[in-house]
Nanobody, 120 residues
Framework: QVQLVESGGGLVQPGGSLRLSCAVS????????MGWYRQAPGKERELVAT???????NFADTVKGRFTISRDNAKNTVSLQMNSLKPEDTAVYYC??????????????WGKGTLVTVSS
């Protein structure tokens, strides 16, 4: 049973920082791309950032220069460092990992999400 568990969300003032982490557990063969998505109230889920196994990153334009993504392949974790947070960053943040569970089978797995609230 593969599980993704996020941590690190909470309430922060505008201009502040938060670090989200996501840990993958369970029986896996390998982890390919990992990433973070978010969903604000009344809006669709959107991509925040992704990172490949080799460390190539991709960011939404709205977070470029403020957020960084990193992963620890040995620990099967991915992190999102969020700086200069804005009220519009308020959302539930979800971790995504494309996991190969056997040599022949791979699929996307999602975490349950962690709430980030940016407010004074």
């Amino acid at each position: 049973q593969v599980q993704l568990v996020e941590s690190g969300g909470g309430l922060v003032q505008p201009g502040g920082s938060l670090r989200l982490s996501c840990a993958v557990s369970g029986s896996i063969f390998s982890i390919n791309n990992m990433g973070w998505y978010r969903q604000a109230p009344g809006k669709e889920r959107e991509l925040v950032a992704t990172i490949t196994t080799e460390g190539t990153t991709n960011f939404a334009d709205t977070v470029k220069g403020r957020f960084t993504i990193s992963r620890d392949n040995a620990k099967n974790t991915v992190s999102l460092q969020m700086n200069s947070l804005k009220p519009e960053d308020t959302a539930v943040y979800y971790c995504l990992a494309h996991i190969r569970v056997t040599f022949l089978r791979a699929m996307d797995y999602w975490g349950k999400g962690t709430l980030v609230t940016v407010s004074s």
